[in-house]
């Protein structure tokens, strides 16, 4: 069978070329025969499915995200998932194996111009009714925050946001690192709709965690975000915000990401210009 990137892709920069080149050297050749059985090989996580098809160490879910809507989406491309989907959804409806459910709501998702309300309502469905979350429901929590979500679906999912997790097992460290990037992103994002009630509640969970997982860059973010919920709210002190916003800004040249650091820095030396 033709590789399957090769048919869909539709070139049209530097960047995407140099991403089609990958995908046409060796075991990074992709065929769809070879990416459906590579879906049916790893039912519970999709770092494997990154390892091989983006080889980037710190690749992202989002990134993973961003990098298939890039290359296999043109018409051609969106028929073939749909067909891959409608796969899934049929052995799920065979089986009810949960993964299945997974790899089908994936799958189906369409770019942003084209999301339908029926898609928001599988990953809205099946979240909720998903009680004890690992990192993968996390990830598709923060993904569908950036697609067909919205802050109203954070209350009814809250149970499964704030879940305790054991750090002391791969699981446990991988589910909370990614719960810690889901609330982050709860309180981003109530800041910018101005929801401070909901921006304090996602940062109060955050420091109720007992081990960041996350490391240096989401302590960071939690800091400049807390930083910014001072300044904006009437109950706290706008003077000692933008005093803790500094300092936060101060501490991202001293992050080893380098890149990471830098973009927080930007966006919190824009958001301290705004709030002067």
Known sequence: MANAVSQLMLVDNDADRQALSRFERGRHAITVDRLSNM????????????????????????????????????????????????????????????????RAIILAA??????????????????????????????????????????????PMWSGLIQPFDVQTRLGY???????????????????DGRLPLMKKALDAVRTIPALAGGPYEELRLQ????????HSPEMSTAAGRERLRAVIELCDFVQAKAVAKRLRVELAASLAEAE
């Open 39 to 102: 879906l049916d090989r790893i039912p519970a996580t999709y770092q494997e499915y990154l390892r091989v098809m983006v080889p980037e160490p710190n690749a992202s879910f989002e990134d993973f995200m961003g990098l298939r809507e890039r290359i296999l989406y043109g018409t051609a491309g969106r028929v073939r998932l749909r067909m891959l989907a409608d796969r899934y959804r049929a052995r799920f409806d065979e089986t009810h194996e949960e993964w299945l459910e997974h």
């Open 110 to 155: 369409s770019p942003s111009a084209h999301r339908t309300s029926e898609e928001g309502q599988r990953l809205r469905g099946f979240l909720r009714a998903h009680g004890a979350w690992s990192h993968y429901e996390f990830a598709l929590f923060t993904y569908g925050l950036t697609t067909v979500l919205n802050l109203d679906d954070v209350e």
């Open 174 to 192: 991988q589910s909370q690192r990614r719960q810690i990037g889901a609330l982050l992103m709860v309180a981003q994002l109530s800041f910018a």
């Open 224 to 231: 400049g975000l807390r930083a910014l919920y001072m300044i």
